[in-house]
């Protein structure tokens, strides 16, 4: 596993990214090839925040995006639960995409597809910041773009699993309209389409 580390707010130390490093390494076991791994580990500098130590994991695979992020008191109590976040992300995406010997394929795609350049789908959408007491109405802090990738509504499903976030803007394959699916609060997934 390649794995690039660095911090925001906190000192790098050998030890640190070493044990990192380790906790990673038991997510490689799962693939036979080498993964790209990123990691930031960060400090909020904010005495008020009490779970104030982040570690942020992101993983290509394949042209996906694995994604966890964990905060607690302490650095190293945060990279443990991402690196376990990570491993069940990475063994869910695996028995998913790669049962019984086979790939999935997704309708309307040709494998030459698969590790195109324009595969990255990596959202991150982080919204935070302080509101001052004169202006109380919510502001856009971060924006990002991201390729958008045709696909089925399924498949999309599955991508917003493995990100972890709650909602996934795509390209609906059988519309060729931008859709997005999202969590309902009973379990199940939503599908917002335009209207005609």
């Known amino acids: 596993m390649q794995v690039t580390v660095t911090g925001r707010n906190i000192e790098l130390t050998p030890a640190l990214k070493e044990y990192l490093i380790e906790k990673l390494q038991r997510a490689q076991k799962h693939f036979d090839h080498r993964l790209d791994c990123t990691a930031l580990l960060s400090v909020a500098k904010n005495p008020s925040i009490a779970k104030s130590q982040k570690a942020e994991i992101t993983i290509k695979v394949n042209g996906n995006v694995i994604r966890g992020e964990e905060s607690t008191e302490n650095m190293y109590a945060s990279i443990d639960l991402v690196a376990d976040k990570i491993e069940r992300q990475l063994r869910k995406y695996k028995t998913r995409h790669f049962s019984k010997g086979t790939k999935p394929q997704v309708r309307g795609e040709d494998d030459s597809n698969e590790s195109g ?44 699993d493995l990100l972890g976030h709650d909602f996934f803007m795509f390209i609906n394959s059988e519309s060729d309209q931008v859709n997005t699916v999202y969590h309902r609060r009973d379990g199940n997934y939503g599908l917002i389409e335009p209207e005609a």
Do not use: Q, W, Y
Not at 133 to 140: L, N, S, T
Not at 145 to 158: D, Q, T, V
């Open 117 to 160: 350049a324009g595969n990255d789908l990596e959202m991150d959408f982080e919204v935070s910041g302080t509101v001052a007491v004169e202006e109380a109405r919510p502001k856009i802090v971060r924006s990002k773009r991201f390729p958008l990738k045709p696909m089925l509504a399924e498949e999309a499903c599955k991508h917003m």
